[in-house]
């Protein structure tokens, strides 16, 4: 076997076993990841999560608005890219190679993801169980059984967690 096929499927594992947990990278659009952000409201000093950061997109232009972010994402090539392509930002943004079903999340003001629909009771239960303070979920394409949107733009829901424990 040559080199070039080892790289292909070193490659198509790296990208493809992230759909055992989550989604298959799939970039949020530039318009989509303004309308995820324009629906959270954030402000300056305030945190976002990005659970499945992919390439850094929407972090980086939260971060570009003064919004400081975490995102956690399996692909080890994501995350470096990620890094690579936020070092402007770097104190404002980190990158975890990290799964996030398997961390307690941190206390944050809003929270984007991008999953597939099965996921969505999981993401439900974990925000809930994890985060004490009131935080917005923006979500990507996909509902969550149960809970009713405050608000869409775009293919985006915005859902707000009352949370205080």
């Given at each position: ?92 943004v ?15 003001d ?16 974990k ?12 979500s ?26």
């Amino acid at each position: 076997m040559n080199i070039a096929i080892l790289f292909a499927v070193f490659l198509i594992l790296v990208f493809s076993f992230v759909i055992l947990f989550g989604a298959p990278y799939l970039p949020t659009l530039k318009p989509q990841a303004q309308n995820a952000l324009d629906l959270l409201d954030l402000k300056p000093g305030q945190i976002l999560l990005e659970l499945g950061s992919g390439d850094g997109r929407v972090l980086k232009r939260a971060a570009k608005q003064g919004i400081s972010g975490i995102g956690y994402e399996l692909n080890p090539l994501l995350v470096w890219y990620s890094q690579i392509s936020c070092w402007r930002y770097r104190k404002l943004v980190t990158f975890k190679c990290r799964n996030y079903w398997q961390v307690t999340l941190p206390e944050c003001d809003g929270i984007y993801v991008f999953l597939l629909d099965k996921f969505m009771p999981r993401l439900d239960k974990k925000i809930t169980k994890d985060l004490s303070n009131p935080v917005k979920l923006v979500s990507y394409a996909f509902k969550i059984p149960g809970r009713k949107p405050a608000a869409k733009k775009g293919g985006l829901m915005l859902y707000k967690y009352p949370l205080g424990k």
